[in-house]
Every structure is written in C-alpha cells, then in structure tokens.
C-alpha cells in the first residue's frame, strides 16, 4: 500500500513557475514509478509525465516538453513537478500517481489506469 500526498499548488500568473511536490509513504518507494496527471474542470484526466522507478528516464505529453520537468528524490520518497512558463490553459487539477515497476523497470505508462495508487490532487491556477 502507498499513500500520496501533493503540495505546491496554487495561483499563478502566465509565464510563472511552481513546483508541486508527492510525498510517498512506505519503505519500497524506488520500486514504483511515478506518474502526473492533470484534470481541468469538464475534462479527462491527462497524461502529462512520468518518471522511472529509479529516476533514469522521464516521459512527458507534447504540450509540456521543454516547459515541466518531474525528478524524485528516493531518499526522501519524493516525486517534483517544476513546472515553468506556465499557461492559463495548464490549469487543472493535478494528480501524483504510483505503479509497481520494480527497481529497473524503464517502461513507460501513460494511462490512469496503468497506476493503482493516487494522490488527493493540488489545484494549479493559471491567470492570464
């Protein structure tokens, strides 16, 4: 069992930054990985990043390349979103999510439902 909780989020004005912070808990943290998702209101949850069980290889959707960048701390069990150059249309609810990989897994996962543990979500805040 992995319980999830988000930090970080808040209002913004376009072109700022925030970095939204998911606190594991549990001791086999570096065996899952990890997963950002967002939800705006009227909309599907979305893909928007991922990250390996031990940090070597991220994934990210098109509209956030160059822009989001998600790191985790296996120390800390801790996963970031630094999220840069924000746009209104970024604004959403966003989620932390966890898998079961094990420690050498480099596969991607893209699908809310590739993930059984889930975070309470953080609002994020756009203003043009």
């Known amino acids: 069992q992995v319980q999830l909780v988000e930090s970080g989020g808040g209002l913004v004005q376009a072109g700022g930054s925030l970095r939204l912070s998911c606190a594991a808990s549990?001791?086999?943290?570096?065996?899952?990985?990890m997963g950002w998702f967002r939800q705006a209101p009227g909309k599907e949850r979305e893909f928007v990043g991922s990250i390996t069980s031990s940090g070597g290889m991220t994934y990210y959707t098109d509209s956030v390349k160059g822009r989001f960048t998600i790191s985790r701390d296996n120390a800390k069990n801790t996963v970031y979103l630094q999220m840069n150059s924000l746009k209104p249309e970024d604004t959403a609810v966003y989620y932390c999510?966890?898998?079961?990989?094990?420690?050498?897994?480099?596969?991607?996962?893209?699908?809310?439902?590739?993930?059984?543990?889930w975070g309470q979500g953080t609002q994020v805040t756009v203003s043009s």
């Open positions: 549990g001791r086999t943290f570096s065996s899952y990985g």
């Open positions: 999510a966890a898998r079961y990989t094990g420690y050498y897994s480099r596969s991607y996962y893209g699908r809310p439902l590739d993930y059984a543990y």
